[in-house]
């Protein structure tokens, strides 16, 4: 089956799946999967299954992607924070929704991978950091939407301190380490929050700091 088929295949099992929102899936179609995924697995860029990244991290299954995103009920006026760039990925897609990303990871060679592939797609409204996510970005502070792409144990409170507070959406997935996690989306409307649960999900960790430097050891 060529490329351009399997990812028509996909796209339709992910509208199956529950993604229904247009421009979501206008997204999921645009961005092409593959320059995200290692020469080894190139042949399951459009398989719906997560996938082996280097530093022992995964590109996300893209029904996740799929779901995840329409969750954040994004308009091209919103300013996002995405916590795990990994592969870049979800970055490319949410900057095809909003008008400005800014994603944190906090493995120095993935962001070094990722940044070229959003440069050889032309997608100039990414910014990008080396660091602890958990934290936030204080100084791009606040953000209509939040997405962590790493299970946390319990929601971040900096993160939701740095959720704007006027109908502010953040969604993440939250589990104690175990292999039950939930993906959760918290509204913020001034002082109040509301919380939801979504549908279950496998992530890799949330973890706070970055690695060792071995250059500045
Ligand atoms: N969104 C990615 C999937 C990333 S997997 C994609 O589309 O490919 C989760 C990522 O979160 C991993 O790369 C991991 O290194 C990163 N991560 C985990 N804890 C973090 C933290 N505290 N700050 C920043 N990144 C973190």
Redesign the pocket.
Known sequence: MSVESRKIRLVMDLRNGGVTDTRVLAALERIPRET?VAEAFQDQAYANQALP?S??????QPMV?GLMTQALELTDRHKIL????????????LSRLVRRVY?????RD?MAA?EPRFKALNLHNITTMV?????GWPAQAPFDRI?V??AARLVPPELVAQLSSEGGIMVLPVGDGGPSQEVIRVRKNGTQFESERLFPVR????????PDDPAKR
Do not use: N
């Open positions: 995200f990244i530093c022992g991290q995964t590109i996300s992607v995405e916590v795990g760039t990994g592969s870049g990925y979800q970055a490319a897609i994603t944190i990871e906090r493995h993935l990722a660091g602890d996510g958990y934290k997405l792409t790493a992530f890799v960790p949330l973890v706070q700091g970055v």
